[in-house]
C-alpha cells in the first residue's frame, strides 16, 4: 500500500526538529559539547543543549555552558555528576522507505523526508541518539534504507572497499532478456567514462530485474539499465549485505547484533 508523504512542517520547526547539525552523512567532523552527550545515548541533541546552558554539564570538572564547545580528545564529559560513556553502543535501524520522501534531513518543495517517518516511531531509548542515513536512495526509490548511531559502521557499509552487495529490483519499461544484461555482467563502462565493476544480474521477467553491486556511485542502477536499453519506471532496494527488507512499508526495526557484525560485515575483522 502506498504511503503519501507527510505535510512539510514550517520552517522554524524543521530547523529546530529535523535540521539537526549532529547528522553529518559519514564526513568526519569534530565532537562539539551538545553532539558529543548526544552521540553518547544520554540525551537527544536539543536536551543537551539545555542541560549545558543550565549547568548541570562538567569537562574535565569545570562547568562549560557553551553547547558548541569543543570536547578535547580523553576529556571526561559529566552530566548531572554522571561521566558520559566511553563509547555508545552501536546501533543499527531497517527502515522501509516509501516513494516520494527524501533521504535529506530538511524537505524541499513540499516534499517530506525519511526522518519525518521514522523519528516519531522511536522509543525513548532511541530516541536519545543523533540518527545517520546510510547512504541515499532517490526520491522514488523504494525499499531497505539503513539509519545507525555509529559514523564508522556509515562509512563501512557506503565505501565501495568493503564490496558489500546492494540488491535492487527495477521494473523497465522495455523488454529485457540475458542478452540486453550481459554488459552489466562483465562490467561496463557508463557515457562519462566511469567504470563499474561486474554485476550480479536475473532477469526476473521482461519488465523486471534484479541487480546486485557492490559500489554506490549516484543513481548507478538507473545508468547501468538505461545504458543497454532499458529505461527504469521503478526501482527497489531489496538486500544490502545480509540483511533483507522485511517490514511493512513506512515502518523499521532494529538489527541485531548478528545482523550488523555477520550481515554488514562490521566491525570489519582486525
Known amino acids: 500500500m502506498s504511503r503519501k508523504p507527510p505535510p512539510r512542517r514550517s520552517a522554524p520547526q524543521l530547523t529546530k526538529q529535523l535540521a539537526n547539525p549532529g547528522r553529518w552523512e559519514g564526513k568526519a567532523k569534530p565532537d562539539w559539547l551538545a553532539r558529543a552527550i548526544a552521540r553518547a545515548g544520554v540525551l537527544p541533541q536539543e536536551d543537551a543543549q539545555a542541560a549545558i546552558e543550565a549547568g ?12 558548541l564547545a569543543p570536547v578535547p580528545p580523553g576529556a571526561t564529559v559529566k552530566v548531572d555528576g554522571v561521566p558520559l560513556p566511553t563509547a ?44 545517520h542515513a546510510v547512504g541515499r536512495l532517490d526520491r522514488g526509490t523504494t525499499g531497505l534504507l539503513l539509519f545507525t548511531n555509529d559514523e564508522k559502521l ?13 540488491r535492487y529490483v527495477a521494473t523497465v519499461f522495455s523488454e529485457a532478456d540475458d542478452e540486453k544484461v550481459e554488459p552489466l555482467r562483465r562490467g561496463m563502462t557508463l557515457d562519462d567514462g566511469e567504470r563499474l565493476r561486474p554485476a550480479g544480474v536475473t532477469v526476473r521477467d521482461p519488465h523486471t530485474v534484479e541487480v546486485t553491486v557492490t559500489e554506490g556511485r549516484n543513481h548507478q542502477v538507473k545508468r547501468m539499465l538505461g545504458e543497454v536499453g532499458l529505461p527504469v519506471r521503478a526501482l527497489h532496494r531489496e538486500a544490502v549485505g545480509g540483511v533483507t527488507l522485511d517490514v511493512a512499508e513506512g515502518t523499521w526495526r532494529p538489527l541485531t547484533d548478528a545482523e550488523v557484525s555477520e550481515g554488514l560485515g562490521y566491525p570489519p575483522p582486525a
Do not use: C, I, M, Y
Open 56 to 67: 548541570r554539564v562538567t569537562v574535565n570538572g569545570r562547568v562549560v555552558k557553551q553547547h
Open 154 to 166: 556509515l562509512a563501512h557499509v557506503t565505501s565501495p572497499d568493503s564490496r558489500l552487495p546492494k
Open 88 to 131: 555508545a553502543p552501536t546501533r543499527v535501524l531497517a527502515f522501509h522507505k516509501p516513494a516520494e520522501l527524501l533521504t535529506s534531513t530538511v524537505g524541499q518543495h513540499r516534499v517530506g523526508t525519511v526522518f519525518e517517518v521514522l523519528l516519531p516511531q522511536l522509543p525513548q531509548d532511541l530516541a536519545r541518539f543523533t540518527w
